[in-house]
């Protein structure tokens, strides 16, 4: 094995190695220089929680030389996502060589892959207008109003073209309306087809490669309420049909970004990406039942982690329990009693876990079935949980990181864990307050399960 395939190998174990919530890479085995990575959009920016997707692809002379990269998330070569960013496919860093820049931001066999991400991830801002090369300050009314319209566009292409665009064609949704922004006539198509279908090693195999759905539906989860933020935010600044206002930099149907709002089109289909997510959860349980009747390799697996575990929580100082539903070891239900001298002491807390017969290639999809008020807990119940990323095979390691969230009470703030906006914003917020009113809130809910699940 050559030096540069050992360097592109040890940097992709150590980025799936770490805990990064925003960045995720994966290549075939069969050519580890063909590399797909997914960037998720930094929260409070118009890129918030997007899905947006690159290839990497590495030469022989690396690192000597700065791998090439392209978006393919461009709505097939129409969407310009950034000025640096182009619809073509092209991102401008000059890492890169792509862009002039001073010689101490030029590419050196110092960096790697992972600078190479974190570079991309600082284009999606808070105000992406700044990364024209042509700007300076906003000077005037007029820059500042550019500015608006620019990231309100972005925003919305953002829910339509890496959000909603993506997980439809996951679950093969097809939009019985199409969205305005798709009314346009369809560009020339230089990025290639949807981020479903392209294949960074295509010369390798035929089949599809797709590692980033289970991620990206589990997330969709994470992220559905922001989401709903984000329309609402949209319906109040701009009305249906109004068209996207054109930035000075952008090239009419080339290499911008052209459209008109319609956040009451994506409204709905957001909404039916998650009926279809929480249908394929009880999927999930009626194939598991098949898979237990053919004694399949994942249900005995199962089972047999089951035992474990069981016998695991008897040694706990607390009397927690789980079961399984309907005797299906694809459906396991919890229940957690809340620790005495805690905000939950005298709870006990109903949670679901729905496994993938594909399991752990699909990771489960964990529910709170009682309704907590916790910033970790999205409103549906949704829990926001991360494993160890050594032991995703382990169930135990998702139950140890669940317990987790219920009994640590000092997260350090992570923006990429906002699934219940509400909470997250007392329990993460600096005044001290709004932290008492978390705790109360969060008090009231657990007081709330016990009245309305375990009546007296």
Same mark, same amino acid.
């Given at each position: 094995?050559?030096?540069?395939?050992?360097?592109?190998?040890?940097?992709?174990?150590?980025?799936?190695?770490?805990?990064?919530?925003?960045?995720?890479?994966?290549?075939?085995?069969?050519?580890?220089?063909?590399?797909?990575?997914?960037?998720?959009?930094?929260?409070?920016?118009?890129?918030?929680?997007?899905?947006?997707?690159?290839?990497?692809?590495?030469?022989?002379?690396?690192?000597?030389?700065?791998?090439? $990269?392209?978006?393919?998330?461009?709505?097939?070569?129409?969407?310009?996502?950034?000025?640096?960013?182009?619809?073509?496919?092209?991102?401008?860093?000059?890492?890169?060589?792509?862009?002039?820049?001073?010689?101490?931001?030029?590419?050196?066999?110092?960096?790697?892959?992972?600078?190479?991400?974190?570079?991309?991830?600082?284009?999606?801002?808070?105000?992406?207008?700044?990364?024209?090369?042509?700007?300076?300050?906003?000077?005037?009314?007029?820059?500042?109003? /550019?500015?608006?319209?620019?990231?309100?566009?972005?925003?919305?292409?953002?829910?339509?073209?890496?959000?909603?665009?993506?997980?439809?064609?996951?679950?093969?949704?097809?939009?019985?309306?199409?969205?305005?922004?798709?009314?346009?006539?369809?560009?020339?198509?230089?990025?290639?087809?949807?981020?479903?279908?392209?294949?960074?090693?295509?010369?390798?195999?035929?089949?599809?490669?797709?590692?980033?759905?289970?991620?990206?539906?589990?997330?969709?989860?994470?992220?559905?309420?922001?989401?709903?933020? /984000?329309?609402?935010?949209?319906k109040e600044e701009v009305k249906d049909d109004e068209p996207?206002?054109?930035?000075?930099?952008?090239?009419?149907?080339?290499?911008?970004?052209?459209?008109?709002?319609?956040?009451?089109?994506?409204?709905?289909?957001?909404?039916?990406?998650?009926? /279809?997510?929480?249908?394929?959860?009880?999927?999930?349980?009626?194939?598991?039942?098949?898979?237990?009747?053919?004694?399949?390799? $994942?249900?005995?697996?199962?089972?047999?982690?089951?035992?474990?575990?069981?016998?695991?929580?008897?040694?706990?100082?607390?009397?927690?329990?789980?079961?399984?539903?309907?005797?299906?070891?694809?459906v396991w239900a919890i229940t957690y009693f809340g620790r005495?001298?805690?905000?939950?002491?005298?709870?006990?807390?109903?949670?679901?876990?729905?496994?993938?017969?594909?399991?752990?290639?699909?990771?489960?999809?964990?529910?709170?079935?009682?309704?907590?008020?916790?910033?970790?807990?999205?409103?549906?119940?949704?829990?926001?949980?991360?494993?160890?990323?050594?032991?995703?095979?382990?169930?135990?390691?998702h139950i140890d990181a669940i317990f987790n969230i219920l009994?640590?009470?000092?997260?350090?703030?992570?923006?990429?864990?906002?699934?219940?906006?509400?909470?997250?914003?007392?329990?993460?917020?600096?005044?001290?307050?709004?932290?008492?009113?978390?705790?109360?809130?969060?008090?009231?809910?657990?007081?709330?399960?016990?009245?309305?699940?375990?009546?007296?």
């Open positions: 094995m050559d030096h540069s395939v050992l360097r592109i190998t040890k940097e992709l174990s150590e980025i799936q190695k770490q805990p990064d919530l925003s960045i995720a890479v994966a290549c075939r085995d069969s050519n580890v220089r063909n590399v797909k990575a997914l960037i998720i959009g930094p929260h409070e920016t118009p890129y918030e929680f997007g899905f947006f997707e690159f290839t990497i692809r590495f030469g022989k002379e690396y690192p000597s030389k700065s791998p090439a $990269v392209e978006c393919i998330t461009t709505n097939g070569g129409r969407c310009r996502f950034n000025p640096n960013i182009y619809s073509s496919g092209k991102v401008c860093l000059s890492i890169l060589g792509t862009w002039r820049g001073e010689s101490r931001e030029e590419w050196s066999s110092a960096q790697g892959l992972e600078s190479v991400l974190l570079s991309i991830q600082s284009l999606m801002s808070d105000n992406p207008y700044e990364n024209e090369p042509g700007f300076d300050t906003a000077r005037t009314e007029q820059d500042k109003e /550019a500015q608006k319209h620019y990231n309100a566009k972005i925003r919305h292409e953002t829910l339509r073209i890496s959000v909603i665009q993506r997980l439809e064609s996951y679950l093969e949704i097809i939009p019985s309306v199409p969205s305005s922004a798709q009314r346009f006539p369809r560009r020339r198509v230089a990025a290639g087809p949807s981020p479903s279908s392209v294949d960074a090693d295509a010369d390798a195999d035929s089949t599809p490669f797709e590692p980033f759905k289970d991620l990206c539906k589990r997330r969709f989860l994470w992220y559905y309420e922001s989401y709903l933020a /984000a329309i609402q935010k949209g996207f206002v054109r930035m000075p930099f952008e090239t009419p149907m080339s290499n911008g970004m052209d459209g008109k709002f319609n956040y009451t089109d994506l409204e709905r289909r957001l909404q039916t990406i998650k009926g /279809a997510l929480d249908e394929e959860s009880k999927t999930w349980a009626k194939e598991g039942l098949e898979a237990k009747r053919s004694d399949s390799t $994942v249900a005995a697996n199962l089972q047999h982690q089951f035992g474990q575990v069981t016998s695991w929580l008897k040694q706990m100082d607390m009397p927690h329990n789980i079961v399984l539903e309907d005797e299906n070891p694809f005495p001298m805690t905000n939950l002491d005298g709870g006990l807390f109903r949670i679901t876990m729905h496994f993938s017969p594909r399991f752990p290639h699909e990771q489960p999809r964990v529910r709170f079935e009682s309704k907590i008020f916790h910033h970790l807990v999205a409103p549906d119940g949704t829990a926001c949980y991360t494993p160890d990323p050594l032991r995703r095979e382990d169930v135990r390691s009994e640590e009470d000092d997260f350090a703030y992570d923006p990429r864990k906002t699934v219940n906006p509400e909470a997250g914003k007392l329990f993460w917020g600096a005044n001290e307050e709004g932290k008492k009113k978390y705790s109360r809130m969060l008090r009231r809910s657990v007081q709330r399960i016990m009245e309305d699940d375990f009546p007296q």
